[in-house]
């Protein structure tokens, strides 16, 4: 998967995307369009999700 640790993709539409296995630590999606996106795989810690939410340890294909 991608790398894409501490990226901003605020506001971003990133609708039907793939990012199976991707690196999204710390990446910002805040207010980012992500339907029907695919995260399966992808580490999530310390991202910040559409909601503002930053998802915590043990985030792995969801912000938990």
Known sequence: GADLEDTNL???NLA???F???NL???SL???NIQ???FR???LKGTVWVN???CGIGSMGKCR
């Open 25 to 27: 630590k710390g990446a």
């Open 16 to 18: 039907g995307a793939f």
């Open 36 to 38: 029907k996106t695919r």
């Open 20 to 22: 199976d296995n991707a």
């Open 10 to 12: 605020q506001n971003s």
């Open 41 to 43: 795989g992808a580490l």
């Open 52 to 54: 503002g939410q930053v």
């Open 30 to 32: 805040n207010q980012a």
